[in-house]
């Protein structure tokens, strides 16, 4: 079943939205139960369990029973049976129809409520009942209110007229829903509610001549949490959703968005789920943009999978916009300004028993004018690598086809063809894996020249490590030592006239010390003749299955210069390449940090730096920082935090900085209030847009009503 959407209903939330997402805790405050059970007499809850269901259970002070006639009851009087119970001072109750007349500090309860009132007509036989200036509680303990008169049919239906709703603990009404009448049907679920205001420390906040609510948490057609907001590029924004609970399994919602400086934007979310096929359909549509003379602007996005075996799935991805300002003018956060580029892909995948296959058509919206990616229509791929014993061979097979095409650039068909055999041998402090590869790839260019290229290299790798292991004598724990080296040999190809569809240069890490291609995708086959050699040391807890501290230092050796390049590229000639030292630890129960350094050899300096410190403790205090540098490229931080200030306050915010330029980035600071019935967060932001020259300022403010 699809995630539930919440309509409007007493108990909803009126959102002004905010971009931020923060721990579950936050704003739950310890409050005391929406309850007026501690007022109930206990007796309510008395009643033998040898009676039958239709029996009725009666005690009181004193009793005047007449079989024929109503029967009279006084001082603490408690009557129960057929799914009822009702405390009062003083009942009459005519025991052949079942009517029932209580007064004086009346109780009922029953399916749906528990009620107090100074007088009560009900029947017992039936449920029906009419009861004047009545307080109520829901069962479920979701809410109570008050109702000058309420009525309940046998069929199962209640009119509460001038009622209240809130879900606030009594004695602290910070907010309530009035209607003038409201209908409850018990069998359908479903209420309805006439001339509704909703008031928040007695203030109306909202007017509804009248609407419809679920009773239960299923999803019913309504309207949302309405969002506003502020932005200097649209002015301010008021957002409306509206739900259509179309079916049990799809569903839509639309949301017209008024934006002061810019018009009315419309957008849809339409979401679905079948047996084999789910997905997500959004559009948003900007059709008159006053700040754009009037241009039609929109975005679409399709999200799709069909799973038609566990082996065999279908996914559908596209995303496409009118123009390339548009996440810069109407998007939502740093990020969505910055995206270059929009992917489409129709991906298929099947496995069997070793067997793999996948066709994909891909293509690209480009954003900016200094990238474009080559499409690739299609993409076939077929792979076999069967299971194999762990002492075994272990070989693998795959073939690939592609066309590529590009607005500019020049196209062609790729084919290609590996063939990977290696094998492992270990015992228990030390491993050995020989590999080889062969790999075959031919092209037919669309060009006049070299139309047709083929490759064949053969590459050879050797991979091999030691593992010590030695007990600490403070606590249960156990420290490793890991020396590793790797060797791998690849000829050179000159491959200058292959053009590079889908190759770049992998950036250098720990884990690129160990793999023979230093090129991503089949265009470029790196020559290799080197050697890596690391060392790495652990420290692990046994007893919770976890490791608390690693730290690795490697290097690779060439023996040969590098000179297979991507266009515009040189040939590499260092010996060695960057030392690269990586750690990562808990520094205590709540504190991890990982830290990674690469060295330059001719300089003797280090030439890039990574940090990441992330912390979080019981009390649901949170603090990352983040550092990244590379020595003339650039240089960052990036801090976020968010933490109580008190039992109802929490403070939250994030900035980052290009230390490199001497500017902001992105700025984010706010308060959250968290209270027992209501919440409320309100965020300012700063932000730098995709032209890397103009900050957006925005505003934000999300209240709740919780029920």
């Not at 909703?198 to 001549?209: I, Q, S």
């Not at 050899?601 to 019981?618: E, F, G, I, K």
């Not at 919440?679 to 300022?697: P, V």
Request: glycine share 6%; proline share 4%.
């Amino acid at each position: 079943m699809l995630p539930s959407r919440t309509a409007v209903y007493p108990g909803f939330g009126v959102c002004f939205s905010i971009l931020l997402l923060l721990p579950d805790a936050y704003g739950a405050a310890v409050c005391p139960v929406v309850s007026t059970a501690t007022d109930v007499p206990a007796s309510l809850q008395r009643r033998p369990v040898d009676l039958d269901a239709w029996a009725i259970y009666v005690e009181a002070d004193e009793a005047l029973f007449r079989y024929a006639n109503a029967s009279w009851m006084r001082g603490d009087v408690h009557l129960s049976g057929r799914g009822s119970a009702i405390s009062a001072d003083e009942v009459t109750w005519n025991q052949a129809s079942g009517a029932v007349s209580a007064r004086g500090n009346v109780y009922l309860k029953n399916g749906q409520f528990v009620l107090r009132s100074q007088a009560v007509e009900y029947n017992i036989n039936d449920g029906s009942g009419e009861i004047s200036r009545t307080d109520y509680l829901l069962n479920n303990g979701t809410g109570r209110g008050s109702s000058a008169r309420l009525v309940q049919h046998a069929g199962g239906t209640t009119e509460m007229h001038s009622a209240t709703y809130t879900t606030c603990p009594p004695g602290v009404d910070s907010w309530r829903i009035e209607a003038e009448q409201i209908l409850l049907d018990h069998e359908a679920e479903q209420g309805s509610a006439s001339r509704v205001r909703l008031k928040f420390f007695d203030t109306t906040v909202l007017y509804l001549p009248s609407f419809s609510f679920p009773l239960t948490d299923k999803r019913k057609s309504g309207l949302l949490a309405p969002n506003m907001g502020t932005s200097e590029k649209s002015g301010l924004e008021l957002a409306i959703p509206y739900y259509f609970n179309l079916a049990p399994n799809y569903d839509l919602t639309t949301t017209p968005r008024l934006l002061s400086k810019r018009g009315v934007q419309v957008e849809n979310e339409f979401r679905y789920l079948f047996s084999q096929h789910e997905g997500q359909l959004n559009y948003e549509l900007l059709p008159h943009d006053n700040q754009r003379d009037g241009d039609s602007r929109y975005d679409f996005n399709i999200d799709h999978t069909s799973r038609f075996t566990p082996e065999r799935t279908l996914t559908l991805k596209a995303e496409g916009v009118s123009d390339t300002d548009y996440f810069n003018d109407l998007g939502s956060s740093l990020a969505s300004s910055s995206i270059v580029s929009l992917e489409r892909t129709l991906d298929y995948t099947a496995s069997h028993n070793g067997w793999y296959f996948s066709a994909l058509a891909q293509s690209h919206q480009i954003l900016d004018d200094s990238t474009e990616a080559y499409a690739r229509l299609p993409q076939l791929n077929l792979s076999y690598e069967p299971v194999t014993d762990k002492q075994a061979i272990h070989w693998k097979a795959s073939a690939e086809y592609a066309r590529f095409t590009h607005g500019q650039e020049t196209g062609g068909h790729r084919a290609d063809l590996e063939l990977e055999a290696s094998r492992r041998y270990e015992n228990s402090y030390s491993w050995l894996q020989p590999a080889i590869k062969l790999q075959h790839t031919r092209y037919w260019l669309d060009r006049e020249q070299d139309r047709q290229i083929s490759r064949t290299l053969p590459t050879a790798a050797v991979d091999y490590g030691l593992i010590f292991e030695r007990p600490l004598k403070t606590g249960n724990r156990v420290q490793t030592l890991e020396p590793r080296i790797f060797y791998t040999y690849t000829p050179f190809r000159n491959q200058n006239s292959i053009p590079v569809f889908d190759s770049s240069e992998k950036t250098l890490s720990y884990s690129q010390l160990f793999a023979s291609n230093r090129f991503t995708g089949k265009d470029r086959v790196a020559d290799a003749n080197r050697l890596s050699t690391s060392l790495t040391t652990r420290i692990q807890d046994p007893d919770k299955g976890r490791e608390v501290f690693r730290a690795s230092i490697g290097q690779m050796r060439y023996f040969d210069d590098r000179r297979v390049t991507l266009p515009d590229s040189s040939i590499q000639t260092s010996p060695r390449s960057e030392l690269v030292l990586e750690t990562a630890g808990e520094l205590n129960d709540a504190t991890r940090m990982t830290a990674t350094a690469f060295v330059d050899n001719r300089q003797r300096a280090v030439s890039a730096t990574q940090v990441r410190l992330n912390y979080r403790d019981q009390k649901e205090r949170i603090l990352n920082l983040g550092y990244s540098k590379r020595e003339g490229e650039y240089e960052a931080a990036q801090l976020s935090f968010a933490t109580p200030v008190t039992d109802t306050w929490q403070a939250f915010g994030s900035y980052e900085t290009d230390l490199e330029n001497g500017r902001m980035l992105e700025a984010l600071g706010g308060l959250e209030y968290g209270g027992c019935c209501w919440s409320s967060r309100m965020a300012a932001r700063k932000y730098l847009i995709s032209d890397n020259q103009t900050y957006d300022d925005a505003i934000f403010l999300e209240l709740e009503l919780k029920g």
